[in-house]
């Protein structure tokens, strides 16, 4: 019968090999949570159209003192193209042409943009897309122009959101205590 004894040198090499992939991981700790972070919507309204809206959702909590911040008015004056949301502009895909509030969009991809004031919003559709917020703004690239009523809302949003209702037939708008509705539904053919 063999005799199995390990030396002390041979016992050294085999805890330091065991020991050297945990030596060799690091903890790499999670990325910091974005401070208007990206969010998706998306509706299949009809077998083929779809429509995803991406856009930055900015928070009511100002990110540098914590502050509670008012926002329509202030931080979005009224009157003013806004990008709707935060960081790059929002921007709307459509696979098919799309009627908003009655008026018709053809398919493709646009970005959105808006003028607020208290009773009413103008929803801006643009064609240049992949821009930095409202900077470089071309007022002669609209695609299209809606005017939809923005309404009070008892309830607060603390995140800037856009959604399409459960029928898929609005494309809501809330933030703050404001509320703003735009009829959607893909175009009549023909």
Known sequence: MMNHRLTLPTLAA???????PA????????????????EMTAKKLDD???V??????????????????AIFGKLVPYGEV?????????????????????????????????????????LIVNKDVGQWGAYKYNKDNDV?????????SA????????SFDEKGTALNISWENTQVSVPVRPAKKG
Do not use: C, H, M
């Not at 030596?23 to 990206?38: F, G, H, N, R, T």
């Not at 299209?144 to 009070?152: E, G, H, I, Q, S």
């Open 14 to 20: 085999l805890v330091f090999l065991a020991a050297t």
């Open 82 to 122: 806004w990008r709707l949301g935060a960081n790059a502009s929002t921007e709307l895909t459509a696979t098919g042409d799309l009627e908003l509030a009655g008026k018709k969009l053809p398919a493709g991809t646009y970005s959105l943009f808006t003028i607020p004031q208290a009773d009413k919003w103008t």
């Open 23 to 38: 030596l060799a991981q690091k903890s790499i700790p999670p990325a910091k949570a974005p401070v208007s972070p990206l």
């Open 52 to 69: 995803k809206v991406t856009y930055n959702s900015p928070r009511i909590q100002d990110p540098k003192t914590g502050q509670k911040r």
């Open 144 to 152: 299209l122009r809606v005017d939809v009523p923005a309404t009070k």
């Open 48 to 50: 083929t159209t779809y």
């Open 155 to 162: 309830d607060t949003y603390e995140a800037f959101t856009i």
